[in-house]
C-alpha cells in the first residue's frame, strides 16, 4: 500500500482508490498532448477518497478539491476551472470537442487585461490550422459559440473554399482511422479533418451543422445582431467587428494568405454606410527563433501577421501557445478602433520594436531579404507518421450521402 494511502488509513480512517477502478492511484490519460491537441499527452494521477460516512469524493489534481463521486462532473471542473481535458478510463470522457468546449470556461485567471473592451467590440474567431488556436481564445477569456474550425485540422486553402462554398463538402472524407491510443477515430480529407469528433455518427454531423450554421449567420448582420443579445459571455446590443485568427499549418500558406482574406471579406464585408463592421485577419508563423509582430500588410489594413517559437509541450497544454499572439491581434484592433480605420492600427503599441515595415503581400516573408524559417509543424499529427491530411488525388465519399 503507497505511504499516502497507508496514512489516509491508519490516521484519517479514509480509503483510497485510483479514478474509475478501486486501484489507489489509478492514471487517466490526458489526451491534450504538444505541440498539438490530437498527441498523446501525459499521464494524471487521480485519487479517490471513501470518507468515513461512506460516501466517495474525487480529489482534483490541480486544486485539491473534495468533488462528488462523478466522472463527468469531475472532467467537467478540471477543464473549465484548470483548462486542462482528461479522459477516463476507457476514454469514456475526454477529447471530444464537446468536452473541450468546456475548457477554461470557469478560471478568470489568465483572462486578456482588455477582456470587456475586447468583448463589446469584438468577435474573436479561431480559424484554426488546430485546436490550439480556439484554446488559447478561450484561456484569454475571449471564447463565444462554438464554430466549425475549432477543433479541427484544417489548411488555409482548405478554409478558403468552405468559406466560399458555404461548407458544401465539408462531410467528404478520404480516409478513416483508429488512434487508440488517444481513443479517436480520426476523419481525413485533403484539406482538413476531424480529431475530436466522430462524423461518422448522424448525430455528430448535426452539431457540427449547427457550429457551421452559426458561422455562416455572421454574414447576415441582423442575425449577427441578434446572436450577441442571446445572453451569451460577452454578448452586446452592438455589432461586433469580426477578428478570425489563425495558426500557419505550414508556411508555405502564407502564400495564399490574400485569397484567404478575400474569401473573409466576400462572406462577412458589411456595406453599411456610417460605419461598415471591419473583417479583420490575424494569421501566426510558428518555427520561428524570435517574436516578432504585428507586422502589417501595406495594401490591406486589415491583415496583419504575427511571427513566433513554436510553443512547448507544457505551453501548447496548458492552452498559452498562441495568448501572446491574439492578445496582440486584440490590441492592434481595438487601437485602431479609437480612430475607426477599417482595419488594424499601424502603430499598435503591443508592436515588437524589431517589427518589420509594411509588407506589399505576404510572399514577403518567403521570398524577402529576411525570409522566416519554414515551419510544418502543422501538418504533422503528432502520432507516429500519421499526416493530419490526406495527400491529392485520393477519392472522397461524402458522410452525407
Known amino acids: ?28 490519460p490526458e489526451p491534450l498532448g504538444a505541440p498539438d491537441c490530437e498527441g498523446a499527452g501525459p499521464k494524471q494521477r487521480v485519487t479517490r477518497l471513501r470518507l468515513p460516512n461512506g460516501e466517495i469524493c474525487l480529489v482534483c489534481p490541480v486544486c485539491g478539491s473534495e468533488l ?68 488559447s481564445i478561450q484561456r484569454l477569456g475571449l471564447g463565444d459559440a462554438h464554430l466549425p474550425f475549432d477543433w479541427i485540422r484544417s489548411t488555409s486553402e482548405g478554409v478558403a473554399k468552405f468559406v466560399r462554398n458555404g461548407f458544401q463538402g465539408f462531410f467528404s472524407v478520404a480516409t478513416a482511422c483508429d488512434v487508440p491510443s488517444a481513443g479517436m477515430r480520426v ?58 485568427v489563425r495558426s500557419c499549418a505550414c508556411t508555405e500558406e502564407l502564400r495564399h494568405l490574400e485569397q484567404l482574406y478575400a474569401a473573409l471579406s466576400e462572406r462577412f464585408g458589411s456595406s453599411a454606410a456610417e460605419r461598415p463592421r471591419r473583417v479583420l485577419l490575424a494569421v501566426v508563423v510558428d518555427g520561428q527563433d524570435h517574436y516578432e509582430g504585428p507586422i502589417f500588410h501595406a495594401s490591406l489594413p486589415g491583415v496583419l501577421l504575427i511571427a513566433q517559437p513554436l510553443a512547448s509541450d507544457e505551453e501548447a497544454m496548458a492552452g498559452e501557445a498562441y495568448c501572446r499572439a491574439v492578445a496582440t491581434a486584440c490590441d492592434a484592433a481595438l487601437e485602431a478602433d479609437k480612430d475607426f480605420s477599417g482595419g488594424f492600427a499601424l502603430s499598435s503599441s503591443s508592436a515588437d520594436s524589431r517589427a518589420r515595415p509594411p509588407l506589399q503581400s505576404a510572399a514577403e516573408l518567403l521570398d524577402g531579404t529576411e525570409p522566416l524559417a519554414f515551419c510544418a509543424a502543422g501538418l504533422q499529427s503528432g502520432f507516429g507518421d500519421l499526416s493530419c491530411f490526406e495527400v491529392p488525388g485520393l477519392p472522397h465519399v461524402d458522410l452525407e450521402g
Request: charge should be negative.
Open 1 to 28: 500500500m503507497p505511504m499516502l494511502a497507508r496514512h489516509a488509513l491508519e490516521a484519517h480512517g479514509l480509503q483510497m482508490g485510483g479514478f474509475g477502478s478501486g486501484a489507489a492511484g489509478h492514471e487517466v
Open 187 to 244: 476523419h481525413r480529407a485533403q484539406h482538413h479533418s476531424f480529431w475530436h469528433d466522430d462524423v461518422s455518427q448522424l448525430e455528430v454531423r448535426e452539431k457540427m451543422k449547427r457550429r457551421v450554421a452559426r458561422f455562416l449567420a455572421l454574414a447576415d448582420e441582423e442575425a449577427a445582431q441578434a446572436a450577441n443579445t442571446d445572453g451569451s459571455a460577452g454578448s452586446t446590443s452592438c455589432l461586433r467587428d469580426l477578428l478570425f
Open 68 to 135: 462528488p463521486d462523478d466522472e463527468a462532473a469531475f472532467l467537467e471542473h478540471v477543464a473549465s476551472s484548470h483548462g486542462r481535458a482528461l479522459a477516463a478510463p476507457g476514454g469514456k470522457v475526454g477529447g471530444e470537442s464537446d468536452h473541450l468546449d468546456m475548457l477554461h470556461q470557469s478560471s478568470s485567471e489568465h483572462w486578456y487585461p482588455r477582456r470587456d473592451e475586447a468583448l463589446r467590440q469584438l468577435h474573436v474567431i479561431s480559424l484554426g490550422s488546430f485546436c490550439g488556436m480556439k484554446f
